[in-house]
């Protein structure tokens, strides 16, 4: 930037606004018209100050609900207290009307009233019944005729025709039925191989699963067959402490 002789050099405070520009002096006229346009457009009621029995602030009354607002900012740099400013709410009030929509209609637009006889020539005459859709469906349309477009299928099938010879004549085309090949001798032993790999491996599992319901049911054989010789155990060891008992309660009889 240097190096160019008709570069201008601009400092940083010349790009940045001024941090609050000057206070212009009020003109005395417009400030005069001002006020009278506000006594004449606006009412100022001066409110009443609440006293020690009166209701709370913000609570709603015969007039409205009343709320103190802080609107505009105080002077910058001033030390006092941001000045409140009190606005009265009102609610407008319930008239005793008959309830309805602002902007009435005719009834006729919500509701649709008994058709007279020329409202009734008026449908017959758009109304179609299921015979005319039958009628109207027979009737040939030329314009949206497209035959090249039509595949005609017959009991045996479709056919194909081929344009040939000069003039152009249709010739149909007759497919031959494909045969089903039979596969070669390693393919079918293959094949065998693999269904009675499958064989063999299904029974093996059903004889693997067999065997395992088999040792299951071994098993809780063995263990009900347990359970039963210790149940015969405890009731035989309770019999032989009866048995004690009796013969030691006969011994002491017999010694008294």
Wanted: net charge positive.
């Amino acid at each position: 930037m240097f190096q160019i002789p008709s570069a201008k050099r601009v400092r940083r405070t010349e790009l940045q606004s001024p941090a609050s520009s000057p206070r212009s002096s009020p003109n005395p006229e417009l400030e005069e018209l001002i006020r009278s346009r506000i006594t004449e457009e606006y009412t100022f009621a001066n409110a009443p100050i609440p006293g020690d029995n009166d209701q709370p602030e913000n609570a709603v009354g015969s007039d409205g609900e009343e709320a103190e607002l802080i609107l505009f900012a105080g002077p910058t740099g001033a030390a006092t207290t941001p000045q409140t400013f009190r606005i009265r709410l009102s609610s407008p009030t319930i008239e005793n009307g008959e309830p309805g929509f602002l902007v009435k209609k005719p009834r006729s637009y919500y509701f649709a009233d008994e058709p007279d006889s020329n409202r009734i020539a008026q449908l017959l005459t758009v109304a179609v019944d299921g015979k005319a859709v039958l009628d109207m469906s027979r009737i040939p349309w030329a314009g949206c005729t497209f035959p090249w477009k039509v595949n005609t299928i017959a009991r045996a099938g479709m056919t194909k025709s081929v344009l040939l010879g000069h003039p152009p004549a249709l010739v149909t085309v007759e497919e031959k039925a494909h045969k089903r090949a039979r596969k070669g001798k390693k393919s079918r032993i293959a094949l065998r191989k693999k269904m009675q790999a499958q064989k063999n491996k299904q029974s093996e599992m059903a004889r693997i699963a067999q065997e395992k319901e088999e040792a299951d049911k071994e098993k809780r054989t063995r263990r009900n067959r347990e359970k039963k010789v210790k149940r015969k155990e405890r009731e035989k060891a309770k019999k032989a402490v009866g048995v004690g008992v009796d013969g030691a309660a006969e011994d002491i009889a017999l010694q008294e």
